[in-house]
């Protein structure tokens, strides 16, 4: 397909360019001159082209094209994965390129289902770039240099299509680049890709560093292949995968590598706040900061060489409430800087703890909705640090009402002004209120999910007191009550998922691999559920893609009959 080739035959330049950005290994009059043939000579030049590919992952994140913006021009890229699911609806705020996804209108031609597969197969090809000029090369420094190369590589092959099956099911394996232009892919089974993605990782987990405190802050080790392993297993579900699942996930928790955190820490631990909320701070990502709990870590680091740009991740503004619209209120960083409510939180899993808002269902049908939500009393990851419901006017402009507490009630949560906020994604700079993007590293994978994922594989093998042990290392550390063996299933693992993950997990990706997201979204999205149908389960292909294909290229059913 012509669309994808041009991808990965120009993937490598995307790759160096942004390398060339984010390191200093070359000078700036080489930038402009930086291409396969004279960069993957030795292992700098490969350290160059990997660091790419780690660029190319972030861009998962970016918005508009902004310097490394570049992958979707659009907003909410991210929440998209979010939109439609048992977690958020759509603000007042109904951004262009959400709205499809809220509303479910998607089509072939929408933006993000482009993107999202350009995404991927930009990261494929750049990760096959490397891996055919490794072949090529006998200048390393050192022998097992190599294979390093060739596993951060794959690691990102098999992270990229990971996106792809669980959004589109087959597509296209592609492992080398064509030359001439392969005008006739066709979609290889899902359970056929899974199957490589599974070899990719089996070679990452082998050939990645072991130990974290030996490589760079943000950079692959064995365990983030294992953890990502654990979770492919779970997917494909073939005979035998829960048990190896099981293991993967079983490795990294006894490496004696990684530990939940459950003591403060940071450059804030003495301020209010709690072990929980600390993971969340900026500066407190990454090892270096004493988090023992983070796998892998993006660095989108605000104001740093090779961190993140305005573009880059607008999960704040997409979760963060308008208060600002409110009169009384002024922008601040304690409040989380500006957010636009593209998406806010459904009632039934946050509660209405410490607000005005009723407990009615929100239609006729809908569950009742308990005070705190599906949390105990006394758990952390619902406290006050971590889940902002008391806000009071800060502008010093309206003296009548400054330090008074402004209630949440259900307008200004429909409306998106004003409503329990998730503190993950609070971030602010007094220089620069107006901020758009995030800019603190985002942790990808730690350790709390890892035990979620054992979970999924012991109820998976039919035993659920396993799964119980392994939630309940979690939930005491979060100082809520135990679940007992009767109680564990898989609904309240996907519960025990939201009050550990909120805004952190691809909530539509866990909803697909555990086959629930149209049985959840019909029980509790009350913007979605009449709307949901069995197809929507996978997004459409791209329309571009088949325009470009001379050979047979099915669409998804349930997308037939769409026109471009």
Not at 82 to 89: A, F
Not at 201 to 222: M, R, S
Not at 438 to 465: C, G
Request: net charge negative.
């Amino acid at each position: 397909m012509k669309t994808m080739n041009y991808i990965k035959l120009s993937a490598v330049c995307s790759v160096l360019a942004i390398a060339a950005g984010c390191t200093s290994f070359l000078e700036e009059d080489l930038k402009s001159k930086l291409a396969p043939d004279n960069t993957y000579t030795s292992s700098l030049g490969f350290e160059v082209g990997a660091t790419g590919l780690y660029a190319i992952a972030r861009s998962e994140y970016n918005t508009w094209g902004e310097n490394g913006a570049f992958m979707h021009n659009g907003a909410c890229a991210y929440e998209v994965l979010q939109i439609s699911t048992d977690l958020c609806r759509m603000g007042t705020v109904r951004d262009g390129s959400l709205v499809p996804f809220a509303e479910l209108t998607l089509n072939p031609s929408t933006l993000f289902v482009g993107s999202y597969w350009n995404w991927a197969y930009n990261l494929i090809g750049s990760a096959n770039e490397l891996l055919i000029y490794s072949e090529k090369n006998d200048n390393w420094d050192y022998p097992t240099d190599k294979q390093l190369y060739q596993a951060e590589a794959r690691f990102f092959r098999a992270y990229a299509y990971r996106t792809l099956v669980y959004l589109y099911g087959d597509v296209p394996w592609v492992e080398t680049i064509q030359k001439p232009f392969l005008l006739s892919f066709s979609r290889d089974p899902k359970i056929e890709v899974l199957g490589h993605i599974i070899d990719d990782l089996k070679f990452a987990k082998e050939h990645l560093p072991e130990d974290p405190d030996a490589v760079k802050e943000g950079k692959l080790t064995t365990w983030a292949a294992r953890h990502l392993l654990s979770e492919m297993y779970l997917l494909r579900g073939a005979e035998g995968d829960y048990k190896l699942a099981e293991e993967n996930a079983l490795e990294v928790i006894d490496s004696k590598h990684y530990s939940l955190m459950k003591s403060r820490y940071g450059a804030d631990k003495n301020k209010p706040g709690d072990y929980f909320s600390d993971m969340f701070l900026e500066n407190n990502q990454n090892r270096s900061a004493g988090n023992t709990e983070s796998i892998w870590v993006m660095q989108f680091q605000y104001n740093t060489v090779g961190g993140g740009v305005n573009s880059d991740d607008w999960t704040r503004r997409a979760w963060n409430p308008q208060y600002h619209a409110i009169d009384g209120f002024a922008l601040a960083d304690s409040l989380g800087g500006r957010g636009l409510a593209q998406i806010y939180p459904l009632k039934w899993w946050i509660g209405v703890k410490g607000t005005n808002a009723t407990t009615a269902g929100e239609k006729e049908g809908f569950p009742g909705i308990q005070e705190n939500g599906i949390f105990d009393d006394g758990d952390i990851r619902n406290s006050e640090y971590n889940i902002k419901r008391n806000w009071y006017y800060n502008n010093p402009l309206t003296p009548n009402k400054l330090g008074q507490k402004c209630p949440i009630d259900d307008k200004s949560w429909s409306q998106a002004q004003l409503f329990p906020a998730l503190k993950k994604f609070f971030f602010g700079k007094e220089e620069n209120l107006q901020l758009t993007g995030s800019y603190k590293d985002r942790t990808k994978f730690r350790l709390a999910e890892t035990y979620l994922l054992l979970a999924e594989a012991y109820l998976r093998q039919n035993m659920p007191d396993k799964a119980a042990d392994a939630v309940n290392e979690v939930r005491r550390r979060a100082k809520a009550a135990d679940v007992s063996d009767d109680e564990m299933t898989m609904d309240y693992l996907l519960d025990e998922r939201i009050r550990e993950l909120y805004g952190e997990e691809s909530r539509r990706f866990t909803l697909v691999r555990t086959g629930k997201l149209i049985e959840r979204v019909k029980k509790y999205n009350p913007e979605a559920r009449d709307l949901i149908q069995d197809f929507h389960v996978l997004w459409p292909i791209p329309q571009a893609v088949r325009d470009a294909n001379t050979g047979e290229f099915p669409q998804n059913p349930g997308y037939e009959g769409y026109e471009g």
